[in-house]
């Protein structure tokens, strides 16, 4: 049974930084390019940033680019979001997923998510 667990969200003030860490079980992390999405209150699930399986490559919303980074750490079966330069606008339940298909770029193994919550 795969399972991904999402911790390090909460509360922070504006300017301010969180670590979101992501630990797989049940699938062979390594074979996995892995994502970060993110939903707030009343909008659709949105895109973060993205990391290949030999994390090589990784990509990033525009939104974020620049203050967040996503890495992984393959003995230790967990992907990170490095979030700094945090805005009111970052408030959302952050969510890893699994990429399972390449061709169609869908993510079929998702976590429960992490609560951000930034204030002013």
């Known amino acids: 049974q795969v399972q991904l667990v999402e911790s390090g969200g909460g509360l922070v003030q504006a300017g301010g930084s969180l670590r979101l860490s992501c630990v797989a079980s049940?699938?062979?992390?390594?074979?996995?390019?892995m994502g970060w999405f993110r939903q707030a209150p009343g909008k659709e699930r949105e895109f973060v940033a993205a990391?290949?399986?030999?994390?090589?490559?990784?990509d990033y919303a525009d939104s974020v680019k620049g203050r967040f980074t996503i890495s992984r750490d393959n003995a230790k079966n967990t992907v990170y979001l490095q979030m700094d330069s945090l805005k009111p606008e970052d408030t959302a339940v952050y969510y890893c997923?699994?990429?399972?298909?390449?061709?169609?770029?869908?993510?079929?193994?998702w976590g429960r998510g992490t609560q951000v919550t930034v204030s002013l």
């Open positions: 990391i290949s399986r030999d994390t090589f490559s990784t």
């Open positions: 997923a699994a990429r399972v298909s390449v061709v169609n770029n869908r993510y079929g193994y």
């Open positions: 049940g699938l062979t992390f390594s074979g996995y390019s």
